[in-house]
């Protein structure tokens, strides 16, 4: 049988419902139900863990303010920055799309910073060990997002699972952001693993280094079978994706084997 007569068409629309005006996105639901699981995850913790709920919520402005703002300046800095210094309004147009997840972790960082600034009784490694759990599992709701929109779609191939997004062109793709959703909901269920069974034995910043090293590693791996985001990346070895993934992976091998042991 002809490969081609087994391809995924691709066509969905990535609005759920448009009534009065008011419009429901697949993007901004997964992405807002990856907030939800993750702060419903995160009260379980807090809550076994002697945590309050005041902090919990605090965390949760803080993870929200983080993600987006670094998420869209790293956007707009990494890929675009020609295009938005010279028209700095147009960074405010997040509707319009444009988040990178390497600004996303960027943005995040210094949101914990400026939260456990203001609460010296938590500490750093405690706090990203776990964070890390929900965040993998909110990544792959958010290239499920993508995936609806059409957007950050894979190169050209030769494969019966291709795709063919009609809304890009008629070319069967790499469905590269399935690809990452399933790795990043693998890579949730063994930092949960991980927490569950060996939280007290696991020294700290283990799960943080693993998370670093298996999400950034899949990433920089997995831009080998993406189309370009933006036509600079054409001309470059390794795309901006992989470039700022090293950083990253290099970040997660020091947690895992630098740092002490978790001491009882």
């Known amino acids: 049988m002809d490969i081609f007569l087994s391809l995924i068409h691709w066509n969905a629309s990535p609005e ?56 869209r300046l790293g956007h707009c800095l990494f890929y675009e920055p020609t295009y938005y210094l010279s028209n700095p309004i147009k960074i405010l147009h997040i509707w319009e799309g444009g988040l990178a997840s390497h600004g996303g972790a960027i943005g995040i960082l210094i949101a914990l910073y400026f939260y456990l600034k203001r609460r010296p009784y938590i500490n750093f490694l405690w706090l990203i060990d776990r964070l890390v759990i929900v965040t993998a599992l909110a990544a792959a709701f958010i290239r499920l997002g993508n995936f609806f929109n059409s957007e950050i779609y894979g190169a050209p191939a030769n494969v019966p699972w291709a795709v063919i997004f009609e809304r890009v062109d008629s070319v069967p793709r790499h469905p590269s952001q399935i690809y990452e959703a399933v ?82």
């Open 16 to 71: 759920i419902f448009n009534i009065g005006g008011i419009t429901l996105r697949w993007y901004g639901l997964l992405f807002a139900l990856g907030f939800v699981v993750g702060y419903l995850i995160m009260q379980q913790i807090f809550s076994k863990e002697g945590k309050t709920q005041k902090d919990l919520d605090a965390l949760t402005v803080a993870m929200v303010l983080g993600t987006i703002v670094g998420a």
């Open 183 to 264: 790795a990043y909901f693998i890579i949730f269920l063994i930092l949960l693993l991980n927490y569950k069974k060996g939280k007290n034995k696991l020294k700290e910043g283990f799960n943080s280094g693993l998370f670093l090293i298996l999400v950034f590693g899949f990433r920089f791996f997995v831009e080998f079978l993406k189309a370009p985001q933006v036509e600079f990346e054409t001309q470059m070895a390794l795309n901006m994706g992989q470039i700022l993934s090293i950083p990253f992976i290099i970040l997660g091998l020091y947690f895992l084997i630098r740092m002490p042991k978790k001491s009882n």
